[in-house]
T-cell receptor, first 116, second 110 residues
Framework: ETGVTQSPTHLIKTRGQQVTLRCSSQSGHNTVSWYQQALGQGPQFIFQYYREEENGRGNFPPRFSGLQFPNYSSELNVNALELDDSALYLC???????????????FGPGTRLTVL | AQRVTQPEKLLSVFKGAPVELKCNYSYSGSPELFWYVQYSRQRLQLLLRHISRESIKGFTADLNKGETSFHLKKPFAQEEDSAMYYCALSVSGTASKLTFGTGTRLQVTL
C-alpha cells in the first residue's frame, strides 16, 4: 500500500507569485485535507475535499484554493503569495467521511514553501 | 472557536522517569481528542485518540471534561519516545478537520 505523497519537497517563490502543491492520497482514500504549519506552530487546517468537492474550510482567505481529481489526488493553489505564507504544507488522506465513519487520516511528508 | 493549548514547548526527562505531556482545550461541545507524534525525519502520525481508550507504546491519555484536559502519560520514558507531540481536537466528528496545539518536544536522556 502506497502512503500519501506530496510534491515538490521544497520550493522558493517571491511575493505576488502563484504556487501549486500536489498530493497523492493513499490507495482507497477519498478524503483529503490540507494543513499549513508555520515554524514553531502546530498544523492549521486549510480545507478538506471529499469526492472532488470542498467540504469544510478553515480560517484562510480565498486566495487559498484547491482541487480534488477523480483519482482522489489533490492540489493546493495559493495566489498572490505573501511572506507569511512561508510554511510547511501538509496533506492528509483518509477513507470515508462522516461522524459514523471514523477512519484514521494519514499525513504526507509535506512541501516546504519559502516566499521571499 | 475551539482552541488547544500545550503549555510546554520542551519537556526533558531521564530514561525510566514518568512522563506527562499537558494538553488543555476549549470547546463548549463534545470534542474528539487525539495525540499525534512526529519522530525525527518521519511524518506526523496518530498516536492515540480518546474514544479508543487504548494504550499505545505505553502511553495513555484520559479525557477530563471537567478540567478540559487530555494529558498524555507514560510511567517509564524510553529513549525512543523522544519526539514532537501534538494534541489535537476535532469537533466535526469526521476527524479530518483537526485543531492542533503548538506541540511539545519530549527529550528523553540517559
Amino acid at each position: 500500500e502506497t502512503g500519501v505523497t506530496q510534491s515538490p519537497t521544497h520550493l522558493i517563490k517571491t511575493r505576488g507569485q502563484q504556487v501549486t502543491l500536489r498530493c497523492s492520497s493513499q490507495s482507497g482514500h477519498n478524503t483529503v485535507s490540507w494543513y499549513q504549519q508555520a515554524l514553531g506552530q502546530g498544523p492549521q487546517f486549510i480545507f478538506q475535499y471529499y469526492r472532488e468537492e470542498e467540504n469544510g474550510r478553515g480560517n484562510f482567505p480565498p486566495r487559498f484554493s484547491g482541487l480534488q481529481f477523480p483519482n482522489y489526488s489533490s492540489e493546493l493553489n495559493v495566489n498572490a503569495l505573501e511572506l507569511d505564507d512561508s510554511a510547511l504544507y501538509l496533506c492528509a488522506s483518509r477513507r470515508g467521511m462522516g461522524p459514523d465513519s471514523y477512519n484514521e487520516q494519514f499525513f504526507g511528508p509535506g512541501t516546504r514553501l519559502t516566499v521571499l | 472557536a475551539q482552541r488547544v493549548t500545550q503549555p510546554e514547548k520542551l519537556l526533558s526527562v531521564f530514561k525510566g522517569a514518568p512522563v506527562e505531556l499537558k494538553c488543555n482545550y476549549s470547546y463548549s461541545g463534545s470534542p474528539e481528542l487525539f495525540w499525534y507524534v512526529q519522530y525525527s525525519r518521519q511524518r506526523l502520525q496518530l498516536l492515540l485518540r480518546h474514544i479508543s481508550r487504548e494504550s499505545i507504546k505505553g502511553f495513555t491519555a484520559d479525557l477530563n471534561k471537567g478540567e478540559t484536559s487530555f494529558h498524555l502519560k507514560k510511567p517509564f520514558a524510553q529513549e525512543e519516545d523522544s519526539a514532537m507531540y501534538y494534541c489535537a481536537l476535532s469537533v466535526s466528528g469526521t476527524a479530518s478537520k483537526l485543531t492542533f496545539g503548538t506541540g511539545t518536544r519530549l527529550q528523553v536522556t540517559l
